[in-house]
């Protein structure tokens, strides 16, 4: 029929414990599709899960077989009581238990004996075969112990032993805190630690002379507030300052806060107890260049500035000899060394050390731009007189050149003339010498088979074109020889 879900189909889901509601009448009867009266009621009881004389009703959740809905007749394996809601134990064989007791056969000796419910001695796990970290009492896993044995230990897994300090040697599992107190000699929380001046594992024995704390008697971990040293047995340097005035601006109490020096270098904590000392012992002098000769404690830079002519931090450089002065004041910064008043001639620069260029003339310049103040000298320009005059100086060589040419030209021409009047006298002077002693015939020398042009130019007398001609060639030789010029024609005219 539509709408309405078929008995057969009901029955199977009765029979194979899958409904999930109440079963129709007959329809979860056991054994048979047809186990039921004509009134519904089930001849051979009802399927597990089911109850009521029609099998109507289904038991609760773990129930197997139940005889109302409240109270179980048997249980689903794992479970037991009455209402089938207890879990058998984690140990019990095939997880099957006592419906009445929950005890179970254990399937190992690891469970204890019973509902097999719990691991047997120090064991962990879902099968007991775990054991417990060495300390525990007892755990639930390897970093998780329940409690510590004799509580003579602490930590989540009884990782830490109680301080011997502790009365009984008995401690907080969770804290370590001695919970009966300290034995003597010890002190803390925990009880871990000697009173001061005792040392050893029982704070038993005695720290050295001036030695607050010690691991032994030649290792002291804290001294007095004025000794250093392994054994405190080192005073303090004398320079050390003994005040706090960072704190009242009175003397302090030397305690361990107020150190006068450190523990085991012996430097000083708090500076110097004078104002012209400085350095971790106080044992270097502040400069003599310090104003009042006085300086920072740690670095040793001045305090008060410098004296007159010095600057710096440490006032170990001088003023510029170069600035400008004024009686009774500083010539320079006390911290950079400008110079305040400006620069003597002839220098330039913030602290007058550089020198004004050659090429000024005086060699006077600008201070802060260095330009040449007076212009430059022959053959330069420009602001800082760096730059060469090339246009004069292509215009005084030209003139030189031209004044030189003209020199060299005139000596040439005067050479020449004074070479030729020297031939011309010479050539003139051996000739009358000639006929003074030989007359006209020897004028040209001897020589055989004269023609007879030749002997009539022997016997003509010489004139003064002859001699003209013949100086002509002689000059033409010489100067052929030593490659002089030809003598210009005005000049030989001249010369004529």
Not at 6 to 27: N, R, T
Not at 111 to 139: V, W
Request: charged share 20%; aromatic share 8%.
């Amino acid at each position: 029929m539509t709408g309405t879900i078929s008995p057969v189909f009901l029955i199977l889901l009765c029979q194979f414990g899958l409904s999930m509601q109440a079963c129709q009448e007959c329809a979860c009867c056991k054994d048979t599709l047809f186990a039921c009266t004509s009134n519904k009621m089930c001849l051979k009881g009802c399927i597990d899960g089911y109850y009521t004389e029609k099998c109507t009703k289904q038991c609760l959740s773990n129930c197997k077989t139940c005889v109302n809905g409240n109270e179980c007749k048997e249980c689903k394996p794992g479970y037991y009581s009455n209402k089938c809601n207890t879990q058998c134990g984690k140990g019990c064989l095939n997880s099957a238990c006592s419906i009445l007791s929950g005890e179970c056969t254990c399937k190992s000796s690891y469970f204890t004996k019973g509902k097999c419910d719990a691991c047997l001695g120090l064991r962990y796990g879902d099968e007991c075969n775990n054991t417990c970290p060495i300390n525990c009492g007892s755990c639930l896993s390897e970093t998780g112990c329940s409690w510590c044995k004799n509580n003579a230990h602490y930590g989540s897994y009884c990782q830490y032993r109680c301080s011997v300090g502790c009365v009984d040697e008995i401690c907080n599992k969770g804290t370590g805190y001695c919970d009966k107190g300290c034995k003597p000699g010890f002190v803390g929380y925990k009880c871990d630690m000697c009173l001061s001046g005792l040392y050893g594992p029982y704070c038993d024995l005695k720290c050295t002379e001036n030695c607050k704390e010690c691991l032994s008697d030649t290792n002291c971990t804290k001294c007095e507030s004025d000794f250093y040293g392994d054994t405190c047995a080192n005073a303090c340097p004398a320079g050390c300052d003994k005040t706090c005035s960072f704190s009242t601006g009175q003397h302090c109490k030397l305690t361990e806060k107020y150190r006068v020096c450190e523990k085991d270098t012996g430097r000083c904590l708090h500076g110097c107890n004078l104002v012209t000392k400085f350095g971790d012992f106080c044992e270097k002098q502040c400069g003599n260049t310090c104003t009042n000769k006085s300086c920072d404690l740690k670095t040793g830079e001045c305090l008060e500035g410098c004296e007159m002519i010095f600057y710096g931090l440490f006032c170990n450089n001088s003023c510029s000899t170069s600035c400008l002065s004024h009686t009774g004041k500083r010539s320079c910064d006390a911290i950079n060394g400008h110079c305040l008043f400006g620069c003597k001639d002839g220098f330039y620069g913030k602290r007058c050390d550089n020198i004004c260029s050659s090429l000024c003339v005086n060699t006077t310049c600008n201070q802060t731009t260095a330009e040449c103040l007076y212009g430059c000298i022959n053959g330069f320009k420009g602001p800082k007189c760096i730059e060469a005059d090339l246009e004069g100086f292509y215009t005084r060589s030209t003139l030189i050149g031209s004044t030189i040419g003209t020199f060299l030209a005139g000596s040439i021409v005067v050479g020449i003339a004074a070479l030729i009047t020297f031939i011309v006298w010479r050539r003139r002077n051996i000739q009358t010498k000639q006929l003074e002693v030989h007359g006209y015939e020897n004028t040209i020398g001897p020589c055989e088979n004269r023609s007879n042009d030749d002997t009539r130019e022997r016997d003509s007398p010489v004139t003064y074109e002859d001699l003209k001609s013949r100086d002509e060639r002689l000059y033409s030789q010489i100067a052929t020889s030593q490659q002089i010029p030809p003598p210009a024609t005005d000049f030989v005219n001249y010369m004529s």
